[in-house]
């Protein structure tokens, strides 16, 4: 099935909206509001477009705490008093009484390993009264996974973190997606009800002209006193319609004003008016190609696509963790000694190397908690994969749904518009008779309320056609470029 499209958008600079601060209902906003307006004002203002940014900046502040794995990392020892081989450096030396002073600087590497660089400085007394002896320790130590949490595998929260900020700017995206359609809809709604007021207000004008006019002829003589009654009754129910239309408008425009405003009583007091109602645009559309447009411009069916790509994140971890631990630790050093600070640290530079490597190994017996994560890891790629065929299934048919739509108010407004002209002619035509004396002031009046019937039904179906035209593009993900918004 093709249908032809054309929609022609207003130009939005959305990145200098959102960089304003937000304004309250008494800041300085046009009298009168038309939809590219209030499009801004709803990007700038919507308290639910300002919250999921937030969000969206908690996801980038929390990625770039995970980015702190590649930070190096400093650390400095003293020690005083009976001393003994703990690890880097100051291990060379022997059980005794002193002190000992290290340095090093450790830095993790793609592998998944650390290497350490480490440096230490001793002195040690000498039990049987002689002077004191100094040692100068300097060296290299890698420690590295060979089976569990090897390479990539112990740096997938790092790859979780970054989908998940990718994900919340999805998210930011799929709600500046919902706030430009409800304001298209909250917009088409309002102008609606002004125009609808506006048609019941001629309403009133022209019976209240058919009163006067009747009036006329039944002092002349040359109708019945009953026409006048009859007039000025359907007079007070217009009257009473005119009044009834003006309160619907200032509610919807009050529900508007609330849309954009950031604060509560004040709004009730901001005087606005909203502007004419858009034109409507010829509308066309391809599905299939909408359907692959749809798949790579939803944020929804992105963030999809994201949620599989951590779950294969986590399954490998899983995987990994699943592993026995096969660690090795490897050191390379030299250790001097000395009757002082100084000679010791001289004679590294011609000290022996000494190279230390061990192999450490570990499985838990059964290893059940291993195995049942890495079975859940497995099954939940398997439901994030049904779940983004799921969502396909639906934008098909959402797609498909809305194009009908469509064209189902495009036939109303044609049918609607057909009757306000068949009305327009038949009111001129009573009127005529009207003044030849062969018809009466009743049936005039009832080509009148014919009449603004049928102008109502086809602003209703300008306004349904138009807000048929936003949900397909929200449904397509086309919205923000329809409207000319660059996030």
Known sequence: MTRNFTFRPSTLL?????????????DNVPEEIDLPDLIALALQRDFQIRIVQL?????????????????????????DGALGGGGGASSSFNSQEGEVSSASISQNIPTGGRLTLDAATGRFENNFG???????????????????????NSRSFIKIAQRSYQQSEQSFRLQAITTVTNAITLYNQTALRKDSLRVAEQSRQLASQLVADTRKRAELGTIEARGVEVAETRLAQREANVVLQRRLYLDTLNELKRFVSNEALPLLDWQVEIGAMPAPQDWSGNLSQDFEYALQNRPDYQQALLEIEKAVINEQTANSGALPSLDLNARYFRTSFGDSFTSSYKGLSSAETDLFVGVTFSRPLLNRSAGADRAAARLLKDRAHLVRQQLQQAIAIQLDNAARRIESEAQSRELARQGREFAERSLEAEERKLNLGQSTTFFVLEAQEDLTAAQVSELESIANYNIAVARYHQVKGSTLQSQGIDL
């Open 130 to 152: 002689g002077p004191d002896t100094h040692a100068a320790n300097a060296g290299i130590a890698l420690y590295q996974p060979l089976l569990k949490n090897f390479g990539a």
């Open 55 to 79: 969000d969206k900046d908690v996801s980038a502040q929390n990625l770039r705490s995970t980015r702190g794995y590649w930070d190096p990392a400093i650390g400095a020892t003293h020690s």
């Open 14 to 26: 959305l990145s200098l909206i959102l960089a304003l601060p937000p304004l309250r209902a008494a």
